[in-house]
């Protein structure tokens, strides 16, 4: 993962032609990505320069010229008792695992404490007791804590922003801190601080940035998704399933549509799992830092979640009788469009308090969803991390509601199956068991989903909200409801032919998604340190060797395999059938090419020689 991009041109554009020994400059860790005070001690050959550390070791590293930079005047420490908590210089003793430059002899290589320079009490030479693993964990996570909780409920106020006791003055060029917290974060304990910006990004942006056609496109997507599922729904009935019958058939009326009973349904879905997520199961993480040095407070029991749902389920089917709350699964079959209904009812409700909410005072926004028009922001989602308490609607959203609504839809789709024809087709069996292996391992890697975009970057909008609620378990589910009006049986060679497409796309999907995250978070382990890399000048390095060096998407590849399988279980009769293998490799291409023009951004020539070195975007040898 890559460092936060420096200032846009040369690196002569901030360091100056040059600094005397003894100079207060800010200097990049090594490895990091973060600048922090730092005195040249001399200048070498090439335009190097030997820097030392404000830190407790004052660590001393080489650098180059690009990594040095003039402190500004408003970086020198104010006095002031009234100072922004998200702007206070502690660092953590956690290192960088990236760290390859070379260090002073004297001491082994150690990341910039979070301690202030006026504070060192101790002298260099005083020993010190090396703290166990555990005791500095506890302590991290502790520290940690406590900082993120003063620094969520104070916020930046101009007399703040003015006296300004941080190590860099927000006055520094914002892309210097663009994407942190993606760059130089695990999730596991606190990490060093970043140069602070603005805490809410409450002004909207001169030149917004739209995506997925600006408003325009917004509203139509608003408008054309739920019609979506009900063509669906309409063209995939248990009489046909032809797209020319979705243009000969009237819409039902609506008033067959609502159902309040599905309505209910939906809530108390929703509301069984918020009583899930706040029981005492499962352990809480940190994410990923935000612009303003804070770190959320994640709980990880989304697996619990589903094993939980899951046996429910079947013992309320099979023994609710004898306690009065018997499930009747054929009921998600007979009205499962009034439940889509009311799902998509219940996320454009959740969107709209979403939207209201962002405009309370402190509510930090999205880069990409406060451009300052409403229909946009009200898609894209207006504030990133929108939170009741400490209980994260976003992250909540996105893996365990709808998620596990697919497993248990499917499995009463199989119910359903069964009470109409008196047997489950081995079409049926394998494509609930495909995808609830695609999704157990997903809510299994629950931490994983705290480094993606959509927790990091995106607001929280009708897009995610309705993808999530309503759009997940009400289209990923077609091949299940297919099926149960056609329980045919696949021959051997088709069964023996799907599961070996859907265990190779798996493997590939997780083996790739294996290697990126151990090339993250430990680039010396033996299992990548021989792979070949492309150094950026952000002080990281791109993974070009391995699975990400046949192609730069190969996950997307493992997936694909994935959905072609599962649409293959309906055999070749019905082109409706293969709708998510359709519209799923259109997202992954438009993500891809998404993702080359933010990293060429972000990047720059390194990028540009990556997709130099791999040319093929998704499929080796193809595309």
Known sequence: ????????????????????????????????????????????????????????????????????MKAPRTATRSRSRSRSPGRRRRRSSSRSPARTTTKSPARPPRSPTRQKPSTRDEPKSSPKK?????????????????????????????????????????SLPLEIVQEEMAANTTTDGPVPVILDSSSSGSSPPEKPNFEFGGPSGALSTVVSLPLMILALYSACSPETCSIQDVLNTKPPPLATLFSLKA?????????????????PLGKVVFGQTLRDGTRLPY?????????????????????????????????VYDNYLQLAVAATFVSLLLSIFLYAYSFREGAMLAAGGNTGNAVYDFFIGRELNPRIGSFDLKVFCELRPGLIAWVVINLCMAYTQYVK??????????????????????????????????????????????????????????????????????????????????????????????????FRTNPQSPDVAHLHTIPTSRGRSLLADGWWGMCRKPNYLGDLMMALAWCGTCGVQHIICYFYFIYFGILLIHRQRRDDLHCERKYGEAWREYMRKVPYRIVPGVF
């Open 263 to 279: 309505l209910a349904v939906v809530v108390v879905w929703l509301l069984f799992h918020v009583f899930l997520y706040h029981l």
């Open 421 to 518: 024809h008196g047997y489950v087709s081995n079409s049926m069996i394998m494509v609930n068991v495909f995808q609830m292996i695609y999704v157990a391992d997903g809510i299994f890697a629950e931490q994983a989903i705290l480094t993606t975009m959509d927790v990091i970057s995106d607001g929280f909008g009708y897009m995610l909200a309705f993808g999530d609620l309503a759009w997940v378990p009400f289209v990923y589910t077609l091949q299940a409801r297919y099926l149960v009006d056609r329980p045919f049986q696949l021959p051997t060679w088709a069964v023996a032919f799907l599961i070996g497409l859907n265990m190779l796309g798996f493997f590939i999907f997780r083996a790739a998604n294996g290697q990126k995250d151990q």
């Open 1 to 68: 993962m890559a460092a936060p991009k420096t200032p846009s041109g040369s690196a002569s554009n901030i360091s100056g032609p040059g600094y005397e020994p003894g100079t207060a400059v800010l200097a990049l860790w090594p490895g990091s990505g973060l600048y922090y005070q730092a005195t040249v001690v001399r200048k070498q050959s090439g335009g190097r320069y030997v820097v030392q550390f404000q830190d407790k070791e004052s660590s001393v590293f080489t650098l180059p010229s690009g990594s040095v």
């Open 299 to 331: 709980k990880i029991n989304a697996f619990h979640t589903l094993i939980i749902t899951v046996v429910e389920f079947a013992a309320l089917v099979f023994y609710g009788d004898k306690v009065g709350l018997q499930i009747d699964p054929v009921y």
């Open 130 to 170: 090396e703290p166990t693993a555990s005791s500095t964990r506890a302590a991290a996570v502790e520290q940690e804590t406590k900082v993120t909780e003063r620094r969520r409920s104070r916020r930046l106020s101009k007399d703040d922003h003015a006296a300004g006791d941080s190590a860099v003055s927000s």
